[in-house]
T-cell receptor, first 112, second 114 residues
């Protein structure tokens, strides 16, 4: 079945450091891919998405490119801020009804 | 436009009691998804509902769990005779017609079974 694997955290970075959070997937076909962010005490917010191979999703300085050859959708940001501290989830659409399949999440802590 | 509302935010139940979790989707959204997040785990899909219909309940445990989305009022996730293993965060998401992948999440209900 479809599944998502993302790097385990926690990840601790200094402000303005470069961020990469790895995500790989297993799926039949080419599902839409997503990154969600969860700030403490809140629900998940859609950060960015890509709906087909080679698409690049971007938002708030974050980027991820849909790579079908490596079945990956790695999240990157060139210069992180303290306010980026959160848990990041990679996800894909699991079925025809639109239910999402999530990775386990990666906790990011950014220190001033 | 208010976001997805869930209540209560925190719920404590003793083993054997019933838990009722409520979800009000965003205005204009008629699709509701429930997910469960166990400690140190990602979110797992439970059930997908449209108004008055269960569309996909493949992620729901076979016993004690049920869900509904009536014509009027919020969606309800009901857990009967709760056990300690039911302790988790339960998230609801809603989506507009035709855009199932565009899911907006509520803040979640954190259920603790003592």
């Amino acid at each position: 079945g479809n599944s998502v694997t993302q790097m385990e955290g926690p990840v601790t970075l200094s402000e303005e450091a470069f961020l990469t959070i790895n995500c790989t997937y297993t799926a039949t076909g080419y599902p839409s891919l997503f990154w969600y962010v969860q700030y403490p005490g809140e629900g998940l917010q859609l950060l960015l998405k890509a709906t087909k191979a080679d698409d690049k999703g971007s938002n708030k300085g974050f980027e991820a490119t849909y790579r079908k050859e490596t079945t990956s959708f790695h999240l990157e940001k060139g210069s992180v801020q303290v306010s980026d501290s959160a848990v990041y989830f990679c996800a894909l659409v699991g079925g025809s009804q639109g239910n999402l399949i999530f990775g386990k999440g990666t906790k990011l802590s950014v220190k001033p | 436009n208010a976001g997805v509302m869930q209540n209560p935010r925190h719920l404590v139940r003793r083993r054997g009691q019933e838990a009722r979790l409520r979800c009000s989707p965003m205005k204009g959204h008629s699709h509701v998804y429930w997910y469960r997040q166990l400690p140190e785990e990602g979110l797992k899909f439970m059930v997908y509902l449209q108004k008055e219909n269960i569309i996909d309940e493949s992620g729901m445990p076979k016993e004690r769990f049920s869900a509904e989305f009536p014509k009027e009022g919020p969606s309800i996730l009901r857990i009967q005779q709760v056990v300690r293993g039911d302790s988790a965060a339960y998230f609801c998401a809603s989506s507009p017609d035709g855009r199932a992948y565009e899911q907006y999440f509520g803040p979640g209900t954190r259920l603790t079974v003592t």
